[in-house]
Each structure stands twice: as C-alpha cells, then as structure tokens.
Nanobody, 127 residues
C-alpha cells in the first residue's frame, strides 16, 4: 500500500525557515517522482517542486526557486522541502504526492498527473 505523510509545518515569522518532511512507503522511489504542492485558502493548488527518484532531477516553481530546496534521504524513505526566506504569501497547506515515472521526470508536472497524495501540513508565515 502506497503511503505518503507530510509533516513539519508550523507558524514562522517572515524571513524564517521550516523543513517539511514527506515520509513515503509502498513503492520503489527509483521508479517514482515525488512532488510538493501547496494550496492557500481560496486559491488553486500549485506545484512547488519535485524530485525524480530515478535520476535525482529536481525542479522548482519560479515562485520558490532560490528559496526552497528539495532533497531526499533514501535510507529513511523521506523527501524534504527546506524552505528559507519564507514570505507571508507562502502560507498554505503543503502536500506531497507521488507518481510513477519511467526514465525520470522531465520537469514540473501538473497535480493531475500524481496518483498518490499524503495529507497536508499547514505552514503559516506571519508578517
């Protein structure tokens, strides 16, 4: 059974940092990609970034590039989202999701491509 669980959210002041974790199980990471998404109240869900388990490719949305970093610890079956220089507009519920890919991911994929989703974790950035 595929499972993903995001954690690490919280309340932080603008300019601060948080690290989110996505613990996954039930699939071989090397054949999958894991993406991070977020959804703010009243807004559509948007992609933040993704990592390809097969070749390690990582992609970011323009809104977080240079501030957020995705990494993985295969021994712990965990993907991380390090968020630095946080802004109030980063406030959202953050989700991780997984999709099967062959040959690695070629960029950011839309949320409709992802098959498996974890529950969200709330990130609130105060000004």
């Amino acid at each position: 059974e595929v499972q993903l669980q995001a954690s690490g959210g919280g309340l932080v002041q603008a300019g601060g940092s948080l690290r989110l974790s996505c613990a996954y199980s039930g699939f071989p990471f090397e054949d999958y990609g894991i993406g991070w998404f977020r959804q703010a109240p009243g807004k559509k869900r948007e992609g933040v970034g993704c990592i390809s388990g097969g070749d390690g490719s990582i992609y970011y949305s323009n809104s977080v590039k240079g501030r957020f970093t995705i990494s993985s610890d295969n021994a712990k079956n965990t993907v991380y989202l390090q968020m630095n220089s946080l802004k109030p507009e980063d406030t959202a519920v953050y989700y991780c999701a997984a999709l099967a890919v062959a040959g690695g991911m070629l960029g950011m994929y839309g949320d409709y491509k992802y098959t498996y989703w974890g529950q969200g974790t709330q990130v609130t950035v105060s000004s």
